[in-house]
């Protein structure tokens, strides 16, 4: 039985990541334990609220550079992929750098946050020929770059997903986006 932990911090949802596991008939462990984290096949890094607050969090619990050298498949979901970036304009915080790009504030003339179902676009490697809606909330995104896995439009492009090595990152919300949600979390637990 494959063991899968979803990081515990103290800023992510993971009541609802874990409910969308159990109903895929996964027993997720919540920890923030470095050993039960690495020692785990799969990681899942949920976010919610202010990057700030969460990257004090992981740094208070010493779990910045535990995340960074993981080797098994990682997937950040919200503001766990954003915190996987280089940096974000929110709060000014220097992220964990995983991936190369920014995180940057939607332009004040939109309505942030955008929230709702949008179409996921472009999408390749674990969302291949998954162009379907799916459920996103939030007010900052990464822009399009080289670990763009999938495309949103939001009054122009942004990445809705990112990939790099053993990580993964859905600025979407996989555990609230019906059954594409859940065939995106199965593919990532068969990786």
């Known amino acids: 039985m494959n063991k899968t932990t979803i990081i515990d911090y103290g800023a992510g949802n993971v009541k609802s990541v874990s409910f969308a596991l159990e109903r895929l008939g996964i027993q997720p462990k919540l920890s923030s334990n470095a050993e039960e984290i690495q020692?785990?096949?799969?990681?899942?890094?949920?976010?919610?609220?202010?990057?700030?607050?969460?990257?004090?969090?992981?740094?208070?619990?010493?779990?910045?550079?535990?995340?960074?050298?993981l080797k098994q498949p990682v997937l950040g979901i919200c503001l766990g992929m954003q915190l996987m970036c280089d940096y974000t304009e929110e709060g000014n915080v220097k992220g964990l750098g995983i991936f190369d790009v920014p995180v940057v504030r939607f332009p004040e003339n939109l309505k942030v946050p955008h929230m709702g179902w949008n179409g996921l676009h472009q999408t390749t490697g674990l969302l291949a020929d998954l162009e379907e809606q799916v459920y996103f909330v939030h007010s900052y995104y990464a822009p399009l770059c080289e670990d763009t896995m999938a495309t949103c439009d939001y009054h122009g492009m942004f990445s809705a997903a990112l990939a790099k090595d053993n990580f993964y990152g859905c600025q979407f919300h996989p555990e609230k986006s019906g059954p594409v949600g859940e065939a995106i979390l199965k593919r990532f637990l068969s990786i």
């Open 39 to 69: 020692s785990s096949d799969y990681v899942i890094f949920p976010g919610v609220g202010h990057a700030d607050y969460a990257m004090q969090q992981l740094q208070e619990k010493g779990l910045v550079e535990v995340i960074k050298n």
